[in-house]
T-cell receptor, first 118, second 120 residues
């Protein structure tokens, strides 16, 4: 069965602090995809990153970085030098590959609400 | 990233009326779109998968006759909440999945800005 766990319900940090959002997933498939989305107070989900299961290379994009470790089934997200604009709910999601067809549906974690205070 | 629009962003209606929400992929053709519902402080709940040119696939517990989905073109899917009641008040979000490129790997869902529905 597929499952995504974001154990941190809420995190509060002060601006310029680094913060890591945890994501642990469960899947029986060998080919799958992991995603992070940001949902600011306006409500729109903003795509941040997609990771394929066969690519464990970590990625950095500006202040954002992602650590994918298959050995622990984790796909953690770190924001360096956080800013007030980073305040949002962040969702981790998983989808499996339907061989010969399209990708499976997204399975979302419950989200982590990040509050960055000035 | 790709852009998905959703209209309207806000709807307030009386109980018993029907409400139509449109979801458009603006810069790519989406054979598959999705409709989600989100309650306050909760995660997204998939309601149905909308397939262009065929019937939508509904998740367990979602009433097909209550939530009508039409995917008439590769860039437009609509969700109609029929005979809306106060318990249908929620935040509805659509997404469009980018097409898989031959030899490509995986697809990404891009989300619309959402529609807040309030049924009085």
């Amino acid at each position: 069965a597929q499952k995504v766990t974001q154990a941190q319900t809420e995190i509060s940090v002060v601006e310029k602090e680094d913060v890591t959002l945890d994501c642990v997933y469960e899947t029986r498939d060998t080919t799958y995809y992991l995603f992070w989305y940001k949902q600011p107070p306006s409500g729109e989900l903003v795509f941040l990153i997609r990771r394929n299961s066969f690519d464990e290379q970590n990625e950095i994009s500006g202040r954002y970085s992602w650590n994918f470790q298959k050995s622990t089934s984790s796909f953690n997200f770190t924001i360096t030098a956080s800013q007030v604009v980073d305040s949002a709910v962040y969702f981790c999601a998983l989808s499996e590959d339907n061989y010969g067809g399209s990708q499976g549906n997204l399975i979302f974690g419950k989200g982590t609400k990040l509050s960055v205070k000035p | 990233g790709a852009v998905v629009s959703q209209h309207p962003s806000w709807v307030i209606c009386k109980s018993g009326t029907s409400v139509k929400i449109e979801c458009r992929s603006l810069d790519f053709q989406a054979t598959t779109m999705f409709w989600y519902r989100q309650f306050p402080k909760q995660s997204l709940m998939l309601m149905a998968t909308s397939n262009e040119g065929s019937k939508a696939t509904y998740e367990q517990g979602v009433e097909k006759d209550k939530f009508l989905i039409n995917h008439a073109s590769l860039t437009l899917s609509t969700l109609t909440v029929t005979s809306a009641h106060p318990e249908d008040s929620s935040f509805y979000i659509c997404s469009a999945r980018e097409p898989r490129i031959a030899g490509g790997i995986g697809e990404t869902q891009y989300f619309g800005p959402g529609t807040r529905l309030l049924v009085l």
